[in-house]
């Protein structure tokens, strides 16, 4: 038989042994939302992060860039990099050797040197 009968479905309900809940509907509901990562809790972890170095890094690398050039100060600050990345911290650098105003003030303030990136405001 392709289709059961409805004796058959009476057989298989949950609400045929339970005459309590015979007039709710038992249809399977699905989600909404955002599926729940159960493994790790919480939300899904972005791949890429954009990572900053504190003022304090970047103007050491800076005085080490003025005093011993570009390939120095990466083979001393970034010995583990090679290939497109090097090329990337390189291309950083420069930036930061171009706002060292900058950052020299932000040496000057008290919890300057450890912060991250300062936001203008407004």
Not at 6 to 28: E, H, V
Not at 39 to 56: A, I, P, S
Not at 72 to 78: E, P, Q, V
Not at 85 to 93: P, Y
Request: hydrophobic residues 30%; glycine residues 10%; contains cysteine.
């Amino acid at each position: 038989m392709l289709f059961p009968t409805t004796s058959d479905k009476q057989q298989f309900s949950i609400c045929a042994r339970r005459p309590s809940c015979a007039s709710r509907d038992l249809t399977l509901k699905v989600p909404r939302g955002r599926t729940p990562n159960h493994h790790g809790g919480g939300r899904k972890q972005h791949q890429h992060k954009h990572t900053w170095e504190t003022y304090e890094f970047q103007l050491a690398v800076d005085v080490a860039y003025e005093s011993t050039g570009i390939q120095a100060t990466l083979s001393n600050f970034f010995p583990g990099l090679d290939g497109t990345m090097l090329d990337t911290k390189q291309k950083s650098i420069y930036p930061w050797v171009k706002r060292k105003g900058k950052r020299v003030a932000m040496w000057d303030m008290v919890t300057g040197a450890l912060s991250l990136g300062i936001r203008s405001l407004g």
